[in-house]
């Protein structure tokens, strides 16, 4: 069955630090890739998505660029901030299954 | 205006107990779901229903029953409340059933039993 594993957390890092937290899928057929943020309290949020190989998502500083070759989809942003800190989803759909797959989540928090 | 809203935002209640909780969306889409969220923060889908048909039910005790009575509204209706029932329940909804299509989530329900 389809599967995302992300990195574990939590990621502790200081403000203007470059950013990356790695996610890998297992999909059978050819998925969509998403990440998601959620900020506590608050439900979860798309941060970027990409629907095929070679797609680069990108928003807020963010990216992340779907990679066939090496079924990964890392996300990066060149400078964090304080305002950064949340938990972080990777996820997938697939068409067979009609429904998203998530990592388990990484947190992140930013120190000044 | 809240896109996707559910309430109530917080449910303390007793062992053996039945509850509600309500999700209701203004963004016009098709399809909607219920996740349930761990204390490890670990999310899994439990059901979807597009235009009010379900259309996943993943491996859920049939204490816990889907109810669509529109496509804007999905209610998840919990019996005999047990102490493993205790996480935060997401709604979501998105356009339609299509894979690239992102979901919109609502602000959570925790839910801790007693």
């Known amino acids: 069955g389809d599967s995302v594993t992300q990195m574990e957390g939590p990621v502790t890092l200081s403000e203007e630090a470059f950013l990356t937290i790695n996610c890998t899928y297992t999909a059978t057929g050819y998925p969509s890739l998403f990440w998601y943020v959620q900020y506590p309290g608050e439900g979860l949020q798309l941060l970027l998505k990409a629907t095929k190989a070679d797609d680069k998502g990108s928003n807020k500083g963010f990216e992340a660029t779907y990679r066939k070759e090496t079924t990964s989809f890392h996300l990066e942003k060149g400078s964090v901030q304080v305002s950064d800190s949340a938990v972080y989803f990777c996820?997938?759909?697939?068409?067979?299954?009609?429904?998203?797959?998530f990592g388990t989540g990484t947190r992140l928090t930013i120190i000044p | 205006d809240t896109a996707v809203s559910q309430t109530p935002k917080y449910l303390v209640t007793q062992m053996g107990n039945d509850k509600s909780i309500k999700c209701e969306q203004n963004l016009g889409h098709d399809t909607m779901y219920w996740y349930k969220q761990d204390s490890k923060k670990f999310l899994k889908i439990m059901f979807s229903y597009n235009n009010k048909e379900l259309i996943i039910n993943e491996t859920v005790p049939n204490r816990f029953s889907p109810k669509s009575p529109d496509k804007a509204h999905l209610n998840l209706h919990i019996n005999s409340l047990e102490l493993g029932d205790s996480a935060v329940y997401f709604c979501?909804?998105?356009?339609?059933?299509?894979?690239?299509?992102?979901?919109?989530f609502g602000d959570g329900t925790r839910l801790s039993i007693l």
């Open positions: 979501a909804s998105s356009q339609d059933r299509a894979v690239n299509q992102p979901q919109h």
């Open positions: 996820a997938l759909s697939d068409g067979g299954n009609e429904k998203l797959t």
